[in-house]
């Protein structure tokens, strides 16, 4: 059982590049989420998907795109990047179930830095 | 808009000392809370969570919070830390009935001197 995994797990890019960060979970989670980390911002929301073929955007969703096309992966996709994309990105995952209390599951992020 | 705020945005101890880091949050009806760990160059991880009952809830590696209903607040602590225990602490709200979307808060660094 691997929870979630992420790829890659580090990418240096130019501006203007595109490209496309790779989160799949085994434990069958219905929500998936894309998270950015950045100092003293905490973490902050970019999309998120409540089940397969549905995304719903986040607290920054601006400068990327996600699908969610297999329940098990949910992709986020950066088609120009900008230096201000520059940081830590986390997918996570969770069930929706009420008894669970929704605990997040977290990857172990993915260091990108955009020149 | 719900929001979540960490007061304390550096912490340094000294190992021993006690522990406390505040978590208050600006949604008025039922919520469950969380507090997640983030241990240097690894990934975010649970530490503990209130759903529902006794507001005093124990956590892994010693760490416990209680959830003050009429304050609004979830504070963590630990009486006694170790130097393993610098990390990055995030307190998370999520209201019950809504969105399955928690709030996370700012996260608070702790520095913890041998």
């Known amino acids: 059982n691997a929870g979630v995994t992420q790829t890659p797990k580090f990418r240096v890019l130019k501006t203007g590049q595109s490209m496309t960060l790779l989160c799949a979970q085994d434990?069958?989670?219905?929500?998936m989420y894309w998270y950015r980390q950045d100092p003293g911002m905490g973490l902050r929301l970019i999309h998120y998907?409540?089940?397969?073929?549905?995304?719903a955007k986040g607290e920054v969703p601006d400068g990327y795109n996600v699908s969610r096309l297999k329940k098990q992966n949910f992709l986020l996709g950066l088609e120009s990047a900008a230096p201000s994309q520059t940081s830590v990105y986390f997918c996570?995952?969770?069930?929706?179930?009420?008894?669970?209390?929704?605990?997040?599951?977290f990857g172990e992020g993915s260091w990108l830095t955009v020149v | 808009a719900q929001s979540v705020s960490q007061h304390n945005h550096h912490v340094i101890l000294s190992e021993a000392a006690s522990l406390e880091l505040g978590c208050n949050y600006s949604?008025?009806?039922?919520?469950?809370l969380f507090w997640y760990v983030q241990y240097p160059g690894q990934h975010l991880q649970l530490l503990l969570k209130?759903?529902?009952?006794?507001?005093l809830v124990k956590g892994i590696k010693g760490f416990e919070a209680e959830f003050i209903k009429s304050k609004f607040s979830f504070n963590l602590r630990k009486p006694s830390v170790q130097w393993s225990d610098t990390a990055e602490y995030f307190c998370?709200?999520?209201?019950?009935?809504?969105?399955?979307?928690?709030?996370f808060g700012r996260g608070t660094s702790l520095i913890v001197h041998p």
């Open positions: 996570a995952s969770s069930l929706w179930t009420s008894s669970s209390g929704n605990t997040i599951y």
């Open positions: 434990m069958n989670h219905e929500y």
């Open positions: 998907s409540v089940g397969e073929g549905t995304t």
């Open positions: 949604y008025g009806g039922t919520v469950n």
């Open positions: 209130y759903f529902s009952g006794d507001p």
């Open positions: 998370a709200v999520r209201k019950s009935g809504g969105s399955y979307i928690p709030t």
